[in-house]
């Protein structure tokens, strides 16, 4: 696989983990919008509130993971994306401000009547960023985004059938992964009568995501035809047969009330989706710009890559964690009162799995920077890294090596 690739594959995973976790919170903004009122309805907006609380302001690493990257390596896609597309893209950005705005307000809230105003203006916000990132992908899809600066149309570049129907296929979807996901915490938490109610509503959005998803194929058919024909009958059409299989799996999961592996299916259905739309779009990322054109110099893309992967080994287990504790209902729970003060062996424990964390890190960083990349500051930089990862990874090996040679008492 070309260097190239690489940087456009974690900004595919990156989206995918942006789509699913962030969408799923858009999506509960979509639920709190239709709930209604009483006191079902306050019950419903309350489990969404509570549900996003711990991972809202989270999800939003995967945002900037993807547009750093994007900046990196594709610089002039970025540019040409960022000047023809500022519309759509500051409507999102003001819609994740008063998102993550409404969501802080509400713990301030003083009655049930500020409560519902509140929430009407976090589910708006939730509703408007989902179609707004929508149609900035229907105006890349459609290649209505010409490279250089500011060089495409301001309104019709995202006002226009693709977009539309890709940003109406947002907010589907994120509705239907929010009312998987609600599902299932109703479940944990033993609330059968919102269980119920979340139920029907997500039996009710996989449907009508399907139905947008289908529909709009026709829409791609005439206002992107080269889109459609390698969604249909090129490369993309092995993500759109895993997408349909995997929604049809989610529907029925839902209806069996096997709510955690559907949470899985819904994910895998996004994913397959985004997938379908890469492997269509190849190898142009605009119009008349192909990937390997939009590139930086190989060695930026080095150190790119070598700065991901040594990065994730030190964040991405602690963000796993995270969302783990989160699925499984455990994140907030004391098992154990906390002692007052953190004690020797404790510390010496958490000292020792950051420790291994770096020199996982600095491994991976000067074994990259040595082998891949050519320039002498790049292998200088390799030489330091690896040094590092000694003066990490000796002390914990010490310690451990002492620890197995001690008699147990």
């Known amino acids: 696989m070309h260097l190239y690739l690489w940087p456009l594959i974690f900004i595919l995973a990156g989206l995918v983990l942006y789509v699913v976790l962030a969408g799923a919170d858009f999506g509960a903004g979509f639920w709190q919008l239709s709930a209604g009122r009483g006191p079902a309805a306050d019950e419903l907006r309350d489990a969404a509130h509570h549900a996003i609380g711990p991972v809202w302001e989270a999800n939003h690493v995967w945002l900037i993971f993807v547009l750093t990257v994007a900046w990196t390596a594709y610089p002039r896609a970025l540019t040409s994306i960022a000047s023809t597309l500022a519309v759509p893209l500051f409507l999102a950005a003001i819609g994740i401000i008063f998102r993550g705005l ?31 990132l929508g149609t900035v992908v229907g105006g890349i899809a459609s290649r209505r985004i010409p490279v250089g600066n500011a060089q495409g149309s301001e309104w019709t570049s995202w006002l226009n059938p693709t977009s539309v129907a890709i940003g109406a296929l947002a907010v589907a979807t994120s509705a239907y992964m929010a009312a998987v996901f609600l599902c299932a915490d109703a479940h944990r938490h ?26 709009a194929l026709p829409v791609l058919r005439l206002d992107a035809h080269r889109l459609f024909h390698h969604l249909v009958a090129g490369a993309g059409v092995i993500g759109l047969a895993v997408s349909f299989a995997a929604g049809c799996a989610t529907l029925l999961l839902v209806y069996q009330r096997r709510y955690e592996p559907a949470r899985y299916s819904a994910a895998t259905a996004v994913a397959a989706v985004i997938a379908g739309w890469a492997l269509a779009q190849q190898p142009l990322l605009l119009r008349n710009l192909t990937i390997q054109q939009a590139a930086a110099p190989r060695t930026t893309l080095v150190a790119l890559i070598v700065a991901i992967i040594g990065g994730g080994a030190i964040l991405f287990p602690s963000l796993a964690l995270l969302f783990r504790l989160t699925l499984s209902g455990r994140l907030g729970q004391q098992h154990a009162p906390v002692p007052e003060k953190v004690g020797p062996a404790a510390l010496r424990t958490f000292r020792a799995g950051l420790a291994v964390r770096l020199a996982i890190a600095a491994l991976i960083a000067g074994i ?34 002492q620890d197995e040679g001690e008699p147990e008492v």
């Open 102 to 132: 409404a969501y802080a307000l509400r713990a301030g809230a003083r009655t049930p009547s500020e409560r519902r105003r509140i929430d009407s203006l976090f589910a708006v916000s939730s509703v408007v960023t989902p179609f707004a």
């Open 190 to 215: 033993g609330q059968s009568h919102l269980e119920q109610r979340l139920r029907r509503r997500a039996l009710l959005a996989g449907a009508l995501a399907g139905a947008v998803a289908v529909a």
């Open 368 to 401: 990259g920077l040595l082998t891949v990349a050519t320039a002498p500051v790049a292998h200088a930089f390799g030489v330091v890294a690896l040094l590092a990862a000694i003066v990490c990874g000796y002390g914990p090996l010490v310690r451990g090596s």
